[in-house]
Each structure stands twice: as C-alpha cells, then as structure tokens.
C-alpha cells in the first residue's frame, strides 16, 4: 500500500493556490534577477572592453556576466533564511493544517494566516533558519547510519553498491528537513526543539518505508524538472541572443535557473506534499523508540543540541541571559 496519494497531493496544490502563485513570483523574480544582473553585467564588460581589441572585449564582457550573476547569487544567500521563513515554512504550515482537518484561509488571507502560524511557533526567522540547519545535519547523520549498515553486508561489488546508495540518499532526502518542520507546526504542546527531535527519531525509526516513498517522488520531480529544462532552452536561448557577445554557455545556464524556478515554485511543494502524507501516515499512532533516540544523541552533535535548545525555549522565545546571549 502507497504511503501517499498523488491524488490527495493534487488537491492540496488546488486549495493552497494562493501559495503556489506566490512560490512562482518569488522564485521567477529571483531568476529575472540573474538573468537582468547577468546582462547588465555582460553589457557593462563588454563596453569597458571596447576601449581594446575583440578578444578583450568578449573576455571582459564574460568577466562581466560572471560578476553580475555572482552578485545575485551572494545577495541570495543572506536572503535565504527569510526565504525559508516567509515562502517554505508558511507553505507547510498550511499543508499541514489541511492535511489534519482544519479551516485554513482563502485568497491572499491564506498567506496572512500562515504568516501568523510560522511566527506563533517559531518567533524570528533565525530560529526557524538554526532548527533547519541542526536538522539538516541530523538527517545526514541517519543517511550516514544507513549508509553504515550497507557497509558491513558480505555482498559482492558492496563498495560499489554504497557509492550509488550515497548519491542517491543525497538527492532523496533533500526534501525531508521541510517535512521534518511540519512535526513543528503538528505538534503545538511543545516547543519547536522538542518538536523537531520527536521528528526526527521517527524519521529515523522508519526510514526504510519513508526511503521508498522518497524513491518515486524524487524520481517524478528530476524528471519534470528535466522536461521543464528543455522546454526553457528556446526561450533561453533567445535571451542569449540579445546579450552583447552571444554567451556560448548562457543558454544552458538561463534555462537551468528558469527549470531551477519552476521546480522551487510548483514542483518542490508537490513533493513536500506527497512526503507529509507519507511521514504522517508511516508514522501515526508511533511512540518514540528508546534506542534511536539514546543512538542519535550518541552520533550527532546537532541532536543534542537541539535538546540543549528546547532548555532555552522560554514563552515561545530563546530565553537570554542579563548580558543578551541564549542561555
């Protein structure tokens, strides 16, 4: 029996719309921003390179585009806990409201009232950020547990077999810290820290099933995503065309960041939506396994750290010490 429906998934996409047109303008913004920031940059190049000859001026012109999309790229990156604050987590936070039965919002009120749902549960954006970094790397620490037990099997051409295992659990488990937020939003009686290490000793305790729901909808978004790359490279092609020097390599690159935005905007909560039925449903009904849990605070850092946390989770805040650090 499926651990999901993509049927249910289809219907969450219809009734948090709302979100997914806001998804789409965040994510194609960013990628006009390249795109605008690439050509300002190869034109600019490409006019300080006029002053020598035409080898100098395509070179300049490189160094120019190289620069502007490098720009972007560095602004993004500090943008990206805000990014994951305002647009992922209030997505899930929805996600998970109809998964469990409950009213949610229409329209435009629907952001507003996931707004109102990441902020009641987790304050600032920097507590949402450090959960999802500390979760990040205790997901790594079970892949590398799985990756471990493969290890020790007496079977023929095993080293081989690991190798393709570990790529493969890489891409498969990208999706499941934002899976992991949604224990967060589920699980109201307790702090966020809290929240996240009953998920994540679930997550450990079934990894086996939820690694094969993570199969086929990993599967199903690279895929999609492939289609969506080929069908940009004209468009994308026809922005080269217009850039001063002709980038040989710039249509490939817009396509890939126009595939890159259609699969953060509509692709990427398709398969968050498929993952939460399948953690909720493998999960239902379980309690915490003992020595999971006594395993990972064994092997990762970042579990007991969020054990630490939970300490200093004071009124839905990191309680501070008289000079202002967490305590």
């Known amino acids: 029996m499926s651990a999901f429906k993509v049927s249910t998934s289809f219907a969450l996409m219809c009734r948090t719309a709302p979100f997914l047109f806001f998804r789409l303008l965040v994510y194609a913004g960013i990628a006009a921003a390249y795109v605008l920031a690439t050509g300002v940059g190869a034109g600019i190049g490409y006019g300080v390179g006029a002053l020598w000859e035409d ?148 997550y450990a305790q079934n990894a086996r099933r939820l690694m094969i729901s993570a199969a086929w909808v990993t599967a199903g978004v690279w895929l999609l995503s492939l289609l969506v790359f080929l069908v940009m490279l004209g468009p994308a092609g026809a922005l080269v065309w217009l850039m001063p020097g002709q980038l040989s390599a710039g249509g490939l690159i817009f396509a890939a960041l126009f595939a890159w935005s259609i699969k953060a905007a509509l692709i990427e909560p398709f398969a968050v939506a498929c993952m939460l039925q399948a953690y909720f449903n493998v999960t239902a009904g379980q309690t915490l396994d003992p020595e999971w849990e006594a395993k990972l605070d064994a092997t990762s850092d970042r579990f007991k750290a969020l054990g630490q946390r939970a300490g200093t989770w004071v009124g839905g805040r990191m309680g501070y010490s008289a000079q202002g650090e967490p305590t």
């Open 55 to 202: 080898e100098s001026r395509l070179s300049a012109g490189f160094v120019g585009a190289a620069a502007g999309f490098g720009l972007v790229a560095a602004v993004l990156y500090f943008l990206r806990e805000y990014i994951l604050y305002i647009v992922k987590a209030g997505h899930i936070a929805v996600m998970v409201e109809l998964l469990r039965g409950r009213a949610v919002a229409d329209g435009q009120s629907q952001i507003a009232h996931a707004r109102v749902l990441v902020t009641e549960r987790f304050g600032a954006s920097n507590v949402l950020f450090g959960i999802d970094q500390l979760v990040k790397g205790v997901i790594s620490a079970v892949t590398g547990l799985l990756e471990g037990l493969l290890s020790i099997l007496p079977l023929p051409g095993v080293d081989g077999l690991a190798s393709l295992l570990r790529a493969y659990l890489k891409i498969a488990v990208g999706l499941m810290d934002e899976v992991m937020l949604a224990q967060c939003f589920d699980d109201r009686g307790r702090d966020p820290y809290t929240a996240s290490r009953t998920a994540l000793v679930l």
